[in-house]
Protein backbone atom coordinates (compact mmCIF):
# COMPACT_ATOMS: atom_id res chain seq x y z
CA UNK A 1 0.00 0.00 0.00
CA UNK A 2 1.23 3.57 -0.41
CA UNK A 3 -1.90 4.97 0.97
CA UNK A 4 -2.64 8.65 1.98
CA UNK A 5 -1.69 9.70 5.54
CA UNK A 6 -4.42 11.16 7.47
CA UNK A 7 -3.24 12.89 11.15
CA UNK A 8 -4.86 14.27 13.76
CA UNK A 9 -4.33 14.81 17.53
CA UNK A 10 -7.56 12.78 18.23
CA UNK A 11 -10.78 11.89 16.44
CA UNK A 12 -11.17 14.95 14.96
CA UNK A 13 -9.54 14.35 11.34
CA UNK A 14 -12.08 11.53 11.16
CA UNK A 15 -14.64 14.28 10.00
CA UNK A 16 -11.87 15.58 7.43
CA UNK A 17 -11.44 11.59 6.60
CA UNK A 18 -14.91 10.74 6.03
CA UNK A 19 -15.28 13.50 3.19
CA UNK A 20 -11.71 12.05 1.52
CA UNK A 21 -13.31 8.45 0.97
CA UNK A 22 -16.70 10.63 0.33
CA UNK A 23 -15.18 12.23 -2.84
CA UNK A 24 -11.83 10.18 -3.62
CA UNK A 25 -12.97 6.84 -2.34
CA UNK A 26 -10.73 5.13 -4.57
CA UNK A 27 -7.66 5.43 -3.26
CA UNK A 28 -6.49 3.59 -0.13
CA UNK A 29 -5.97 5.74 3.48
CA UNK A 30 -3.94 5.81 6.89
CA UNK A 31 -5.30 7.56 9.69
CA UNK A 32 -3.19 8.03 13.09
CA UNK A 33 -4.79 9.90 15.49
CA UNK A 34 -2.19 11.17 18.52
CA UNK A 35 -5.01 10.48 21.15
CA UNK A 36 -1.99 9.64 23.86
CA UNK A 37 -1.18 13.38 23.81
CA UNK A 38 -4.17 14.95 22.57
CA UNK A 39 -5.31 18.14 22.97
CA UNK A 40 -2.94 20.00 21.15
CA UNK A 41 -4.94 22.77 21.30
CA UNK A 42 -3.32 24.65 24.76
CA UNK A 43 0.06 23.02 24.23
CA UNK A 44 3.01 25.33 22.68
CA UNK A 45 3.94 26.08 19.12
CA UNK A 46 7.41 24.14 19.95
CA UNK A 47 5.51 21.25 21.83
CA UNK A 48 3.04 21.05 18.79
CA UNK A 49 5.60 21.36 16.34
CA UNK A 50 7.63 17.91 17.81
CA UNK A 51 4.60 15.93 18.53
CA UNK A 52 3.22 16.77 14.29
CA UNK A 53 7.30 16.34 13.19
CA UNK A 54 7.30 12.54 15.05
CA UNK A 55 3.58 11.65 13.96
CA UNK A 56 4.75 13.05 10.13
CA UNK A 57 7.84 10.61 9.99
CA UNK A 58 5.61 7.98 11.43
CA UNK A 59 3.50 7.94 8.17
CA UNK A 60 6.13 8.39 6.04
CA UNK A 61 7.76 4.93 6.99
CA UNK A 62 4.39 3.35 6.45
CA UNK A 63 5.15 4.47 3.03
CA UNK A 64 2.43 7.45 2.59
CA UNK A 65 3.68 9.74 -0.31
CA UNK A 66 1.22 12.15 0.75
CA UNK A 67 0.33 13.46 4.36
CA UNK A 68 -2.85 15.67 5.02
CA UNK A 69 -2.21 17.16 8.44
CA UNK A 70 -6.29 17.37 8.99
CA UNK A 71 -5.50 19.23 12.75
CA UNK A 72 -6.43 22.73 12.08
CA UNK A 73 -3.82 23.53 15.28
CA UNK A 74 -1.07 21.49 13.62
CA UNK A 75 -1.47 23.02 10.32
CA UNK A 76 -1.26 26.36 12.43
CA UNK A 77 1.91 25.56 14.31
CA UNK A 78 3.77 22.58 12.57
CA UNK A 79 3.04 22.63 8.86
CA UNK A 80 5.30 25.16 7.59
CA UNK A 81 8.40 24.24 9.29
CA UNK A 82 7.76 20.28 8.47
CA UNK A 83 7.02 21.60 4.53
CA UNK A 84 10.45 24.00 4.18
CA UNK A 85 13.09 22.16 7.10
CA UNK A 86 12.19 18.81 7.71
CA UNK A 87 10.70 17.01 4.57
CA UNK A 88 13.30 16.82 2.42
CA UNK A 89 15.40 15.12 5.20
CA UNK A 90 12.75 12.57 5.81
CA UNK A 91 11.51 11.93 2.03
CA UNK A 92 11.85 14.75 -0.84
CA UNK A 93 9.64 12.83 -2.42
CA UNK A 94 6.35 13.08 -0.07
CA UNK A 95 4.23 16.01 -0.08
CA UNK A 96 2.73 17.04 3.72
CA UNK A 97 -0.31 19.80 3.27
CA UNK A 98 -2.60 21.27 5.72
CA UNK A 99 -6.36 22.28 6.24
CA UNK A 100 -6.12 26.06 6.65
CA UNK A 101 -4.60 27.03 3.14
CA UNK A 102 -7.48 25.32 1.43
CA UNK A 103 -10.19 26.83 3.36
CA UNK A 104 -8.90 30.51 3.87
CA UNK A 105 -8.36 30.23 -0.29
CA UNK A 106 -12.64 30.02 -0.46
CA UNK A 107 -13.91 30.82 2.46
CA UNK A 108 -14.59 34.55 0.64
CA UNK A 109 -17.05 33.02 -0.83
CA UNK A 110 -19.13 32.07 1.25
CA UNK A 111 -19.96 35.85 3.06
CA UNK A 112 -22.31 38.50 1.56
CA UNK A 113 -21.66 40.85 4.36
CA UNK A 114 -17.42 40.69 4.19
CA UNK A 115 -17.41 40.06 7.85
CA UNK A 116 -16.47 36.19 9.32
CA UNK A 117 -16.52 34.68 12.29
CA UNK A 118 -13.08 31.70 13.15
CA UNK A 119 -14.43 28.92 15.88
CA UNK A 120 -11.03 27.54 16.64
CA UNK A 121 -8.81 26.06 19.49
CA UNK A 122 -6.63 28.33 21.45
CA UNK A 123 -3.58 27.33 19.64
CA UNK A 124 -5.06 27.99 16.01
CA UNK A 125 -6.36 31.46 17.18
CA UNK A 126 -2.65 32.55 18.86
CA UNK A 127 -1.02 31.66 16.03
CA UNK A 128 -2.98 33.96 13.89
CA UNK A 129 -2.64 32.13 10.76
CA UNK A 130 -6.63 32.24 9.21
CA UNK A 131 -5.63 36.00 9.62
CA UNK A 132 -2.82 35.89 7.69
CA UNK A 133 -3.76 33.65 5.43
CA UNK A 134 -7.39 35.33 4.63
CA UNK A 135 -5.76 38.15 4.21
CA UNK A 136 -3.85 36.88 1.18
CA UNK A 137 -6.72 35.96 -0.77
CA UNK A 138 -10.16 38.24 0.81
CA UNK A 139 -7.87 41.47 2.16
CA UNK A 140 -11.43 42.97 2.60
CA UNK A 141 -12.74 41.16 5.33
CA UNK A 142 -13.03 41.46 8.38
CA UNK A 143 -11.84 38.47 10.57
CA UNK A 144 -12.91 38.09 14.14
CA UNK A 145 -11.80 34.92 16.20
CA UNK A 146 -13.24 33.06 19.12
CA UNK A 147 -11.16 30.49 21.29
CA UNK A 148 -13.62 27.89 22.41
CA UNK A 149 -11.45 25.40 24.65
CA UNK A 150 -14.33 23.69 25.94
CA UNK A 151 -15.93 22.32 22.56
CA UNK A 152 -12.95 19.48 21.94
CA UNK A 153 -13.68 18.15 25.79
CA UNK A 154 -17.45 18.20 25.41
CA UNK A 155 -16.89 15.76 21.88
CA UNK A 156 -14.42 13.73 22.90
CA UNK A 157 -16.58 12.56 25.92
CA UNK A 158 -19.89 12.59 23.70
CA UNK A 159 -21.07 15.68 25.55
CA UNK A 160 -22.36 17.19 22.40
CA UNK A 161 -25.45 17.00 22.31
CA UNK A 162 -26.38 16.97 25.77
CA UNK A 163 -28.41 19.89 27.42
CA UNK A 164 -25.09 20.92 29.48
CA UNK A 165 -23.09 21.25 26.16
CA UNK A 166 -25.58 24.18 25.40
CA UNK A 167 -23.98 26.97 28.10
CA UNK A 168 -20.36 26.71 26.53
CA UNK A 169 -21.74 26.70 22.58
CA UNK A 170 -24.16 29.74 23.00
CA UNK A 171 -21.69 31.57 25.51
CA UNK A 172 -18.83 31.31 22.78
CA UNK A 173 -21.10 32.19 19.98
CA UNK A 174 -22.81 35.01 21.98
CA UNK A 175 -19.03 36.36 22.97
CA UNK A 176 -18.50 36.52 19.31
CA UNK A 177 -21.40 37.70 17.86
CA UNK A 178 -21.39 40.98 20.31
CA UNK A 179 -17.82 41.66 18.64
CA UNK A 180 -19.03 41.68 15.15
CA UNK A 181 -23.02 41.71 14.78
CA UNK A 182 -22.43 42.27 10.50
CA UNK A 183 -21.20 38.43 10.78
CA UNK A 184 -23.26 36.25 7.86
CA UNK A 185 -20.26 33.43 8.15
CA UNK A 186 -19.05 30.97 10.48
CA UNK A 187 -15.93 29.25 10.48
CA UNK A 188 -15.77 25.78 12.38
CA UNK A 189 -11.74 26.09 12.43
CA UNK A 190 -11.18 22.91 14.46
CA UNK A 191 -11.95 19.54 12.89
CA UNK A 192 -13.95 18.43 16.35
CA UNK A 193 -16.45 21.42 15.84
CA UNK A 194 -18.79 19.46 12.90
CA UNK A 195 -20.35 17.57 15.43
CA UNK A 196 -21.09 20.44 17.11
CA UNK A 197 -22.83 22.44 14.08
CA UNK A 198 -26.54 21.32 14.48
CA UNK A 199 -26.58 22.74 18.15
CA UNK A 200 -24.44 26.33 16.67
CA UNK A 201 -26.99 26.53 14.11
CA UNK A 202 -29.79 26.72 17.02
CA UNK A 203 -28.36 29.56 18.99
CA UNK A 204 -27.45 31.86 15.84
CA UNK A 205 -29.87 33.64 13.19
CA UNK A 206 -31.20 31.36 10.45
CA UNK A 207 -29.07 33.99 8.12
CA UNK A 208 -25.94 32.99 9.42
CA UNK A 209 -23.62 30.05 7.11
CA UNK A 210 -21.94 27.72 9.36
CA UNK A 211 -19.01 26.04 7.23
CA UNK A 212 -17.11 22.83 8.16
CA UNK A 213 -13.66 22.07 6.54
CA UNK A 214 -14.17 18.39 5.35
CA UNK A 215 -15.78 18.63 2.23
CA UNK A 216 -13.74 22.09 1.03
CA UNK A 217 -10.24 20.07 2.02
CA UNK A 218 -11.84 16.97 -0.10
CA UNK A 219 -12.55 19.07 -3.07
CA UNK A 220 -9.07 20.70 -2.72
CA UNK A 221 -7.11 17.39 -2.68
CA UNK A 222 -8.81 16.25 -5.81
CA UNK A 223 -7.85 19.13 -7.46
CA UNK A 224 -4.24 19.07 -6.31
CA UNK A 225 -3.87 15.47 -7.22
CA UNK A 226 -5.28 16.44 -10.78
CA UNK A 227 -2.66 18.95 -10.80
CA UNK A 228 -0.19 16.65 -9.38
CA UNK A 229 -0.33 13.42 -11.34
CA UNK A 230 3.56 12.80 -10.12
CA UNK A 231 2.32 12.55 -6.36
CA UNK A 232 -1.40 10.72 -8.05
CA UNK A 233 0.36 7.94 -9.42
CA UNK A 234 2.02 6.65 -6.62
CA UNK A 235 -1.10 6.39 -4.49
CA UNK A 236 -2.65 2.85 -4.28
CA UNK A 237 -6.10 2.08 -5.40
CA UNK A 238 -7.42 -0.28 -3.01
CA UNK A 239 -9.98 1.35 -1.64
CA UNK A 240 -8.75 0.01 2.18
CA UNK A 241 -8.91 1.90 5.00
CA UNK A 242 -6.30 1.34 8.30
CA UNK A 243 -6.98 3.19 11.31
CA UNK A 244 -4.22 3.60 14.21
CA UNK A 245 -4.45 5.63 17.44
CA UNK A 246 -1.26 6.17 20.09
CA UNK A 247 -3.51 5.54 22.23
CA UNK A 248 -5.72 2.23 23.67
CA UNK A 249 -6.80 1.08 20.54
CA UNK A 250 -10.78 0.04 22.36
CA UNK A 251 -10.88 3.40 23.82
CA UNK A 252 -10.03 4.99 20.41
CA UNK A 253 -12.47 2.71 18.43
CA UNK A 254 -15.37 3.20 20.87
CA UNK A 255 -15.71 6.83 20.19
CA UNK A 256 -14.12 7.12 16.33
CA UNK A 257 -17.60 5.70 15.13
CA UNK A 258 -19.03 9.11 16.29
CA UNK A 259 -16.60 11.23 13.94
CA UNK A 260 -16.65 8.36 10.98
CA UNK A 261 -19.69 7.35 10.89
CA UNK A 262 -19.41 3.74 10.87
CA UNK A 263 -17.72 0.94 13.12
CA UNK A 264 -13.81 1.28 13.38
CA UNK A 265 -11.39 -1.20 14.39
CA UNK A 266 -7.84 0.47 14.87
CA UNK A 267 -4.26 -0.88 15.59
CA UNK A 268 -2.11 0.43 17.89
CA UNK A 269 0.92 2.90 17.38
CA UNK A 270 4.32 3.19 19.51
CA UNK A 271 5.86 6.41 18.52
Same mark, same amino acid.
Given at each position: ?????????????????????????????????????????????????????????????????????????????????????????????????????????????????? /??????????????????????????? /?????????????????? /????????????????????????????????????????????????????????????????????????????????????????????????????????????????
Amino acid at each position: MKPIGVFDSGYGGLTVLRELVNTLPQYDYLYLGDNARSPYGTRSFETVYRYTLQCVKWLLEQGCPLVILACNTASAKALRSIQQNDLQKLNPDARVLGVIRPTTEIIGQYTKTN /HIGILATKGTVQSGSYLIEIEKFFPGI /HIEQEACPIWVPLVENNE /HETGGADYFVEKHLRNIMSRDEKIDTLLLACTHYPLLKKKIEKFIPENIRVVSQGEIVAESLRDYLERHPEIRQRLSTGSQRVFYTTDAPEDFDSKASLFFGEEIKSLHADL
